[in-house]
């Protein structure tokens, strides 16, 4: 175990060992903001207070990132667009429901076009 300190549950310092105990290193309102944690925390890491345990810090993904969890989400529905042209062209009725299909896939397209925007300023 090592000693971290905290601030709004985020793991802030590393306190060395040879600062231990804290309350005689760095006083009690600092020791305060010190628990223990298990070796592999790191600074940036969050504590959970109501359980005492840590976990990795939370990452916001890029605007790419974001982009391409969008990209690959629209392409999930690729084979239905192109299932409702063939039977189009073919005279027979379309499979999927085109409207609500083209709905939901232009919502998609709308986010990814307000994040490419965004990201070009």
């Not at 305060?32 to 976990?55: L, M, R």
């Not at 969008?70 to 192109?82: E, F, G, M, R």
């Not at 027979?92 to 919502?107: F, G, K």
Request: proline share 7%; hydrophobic share 35%.
């Amino acid at each position: 175990m090592k000693v971290v300190r905290l601030e709004s549950n985020t793991v802030v310092e590393i306190i060395p060992g040879y600062a231990l105990p804290v309350e005689e290193w760095y006083g009690e309102e600092f020791a305060s903001q010190c628990i223990e944690a298990p070796e592999d925390v790191k600074e940036g890491w969050v504590h959970n207070p109501d359980t005492n345990t840590f976990s990795g810090p939370v990452t916001t993904p890029t605007t790419e990132e974001q982009i391409a969890v969008l990209k690959a989400q629209i392409s999930t529905s690729d084979y239905k667009v192109i299932k409702c042209a063939e039977c189009s062209l073919a005279g027979l009725p379309a499979p999927y429901d085109i409207v609500a299909l083209n709905t939901e896939r232009q919502a998609i397209r709308d986010q990814i076009n307000a994040l490419e925007a965004s990201n070009a300023r």
